[in-house]
């Protein structure tokens, strides 16, 4: 079974940095892209990045570009979203999704929340 | 950047059916897919590729794109459908989300 787990969110002040973790399991990790994809609380879903399976291509929101960076470890299943100079709209749950072999968002973490706040 | 545009709400009585619509500039051109989020939970995929529908998605739940609009229809709405409905497309390889379609069965 396809399973996405999500960590690494928590409290963090203004210009501070977080890095969230995707640990995946239940397939071949190496062949898939995975994403990023936040909720603001109230608010609705929005992509935040995407890298591909060997690391080669990566993609980001305008709003995120140049203070996050996204990154994989295929040995260890694993994606990581690095999150520098955090600001009060970055405060979101973060979800990590897979990139199934027709473009679609096939499966998906639980989520981490992320609260940017002095 | 790339826009795409959803009604903000929409209501259906269980049974019935109901159709959520996806704009966007030439929407047809792009695969649409549409995702369920109910709160607290993590969004699921109901249809890609415009109107494929995963494993274990119920049959009630089609799709269509064609010129500027996607649709999403929910045939005999059950109360387990309520939830927010999003659509979303690429755009040279960056993820589009609309704002979303909050469904409301009553």
């Known amino acids: 079974e396809v399973h996405l787990a999500e960590s690494g969110g928590g409290l963090v002040q203004p210009g501070g940095s977080l890095r969230l973790s995707c640990a995946a399991s239940?397939?071949?990790?190496?062949?898939?892209?995975v994403h990023w994809v936040r909720q603001a609380p109230g608010k609705g879903l929005v992509w935040v990045s995407r890298?591909?399976?060997?690391?080669?291509?990566?993609r980001y929101a305008d709003s995120v570009k140049g203070r996050f960076t996204i990154s994989r470890d295929n040995d260890k299943d694993t994606v990581y979203l690095q999150m520098n100079s955090l600001r009060a709209d970055d405060t979101a749950v973060y979800y990590c999704?897979?990139?199934?072999?027709?473009?679609?968002?096939?499966?998906w973490g639980q989520g981490t929340l992320v609260t940017v706040s002095s | 950047s790339y826009e795409l545009t959803q009604s903000p709400s929409v209501s259906v009585s269980p049974g019935q059916t109901v159709s959520i619509t996806c704009s966007g500039d030439?929407?047809?051109?792009?695969?649409v897919s549409w995702y369920q989020k109910r709160p607290g939970q993590s969004p699921i995929l109901v249809i890609y590729?415009?109107?494929k529908r995963p494993s274990g998605i119920p049959e009630r739940f089609s799709g269509s794109n064609s010129g500027n609009t996607a649709t999403l229809t929910i045939s005999g709405t059950q109360t387990m459908d309520e939830a927010d409905y999003y659509c979303?497309?690429?755009?040279?390889?960056?993820?589009?989300f609309g704002a979303g379609t909050k469904v409301t069965v009553l």
């Open positions: 999704a897979r990139e199934g072999d027709s473009d679609q968002l096939d499966h």
């Open positions: 890298i591909d399976s060997d690391e080669s291509n990566t």
């Open positions: 239940g397939f071949t990790f190496s062949r898939y892209w």
């Open positions: 030439d929407l047809g051109d792009k695969f």
């Open positions: 979303q497309a690429w755009d040279r390889s960056t993820g589009v």
């Open positions: 590729q415009d109107n």
